[in-house]
């Protein structure tokens, strides 16, 4: 599981854009790419204010 919220444990920008890719590819309906941000948890407080939460 992953997702694009910086605020999951499952946050994994990298992936979910893959898996949106792949689905577009797919001719699926996918959610927009997310921006690329660090998974490092000491950061995680800085990523949270550049995403606006």
């Known amino acids: 599981m992953f997702n ?3 605020r999951s444990a ?3 920008p990298a992936n979910f854009n893959r ?3 792949y689905l577009r590819q ?3 309906p996918a959610p927009a ?3 690329l941000h660090t998974r ?3 950061r995680r407080d800085d990523v949270i204010r550049q995403a606006g939460g």
């Open 40 to 42: 490092q948890l000491a």
């Open 4 to 6: 694009a919220n910086p």
């Open 26 to 28: 797919q001719g699926k």
């Open 19 to 21: 898996l949106a890719r």
């Open 33 to 35: 790419e997310a921006a």
């Open 10 to 12: 499952d946050y994994s």
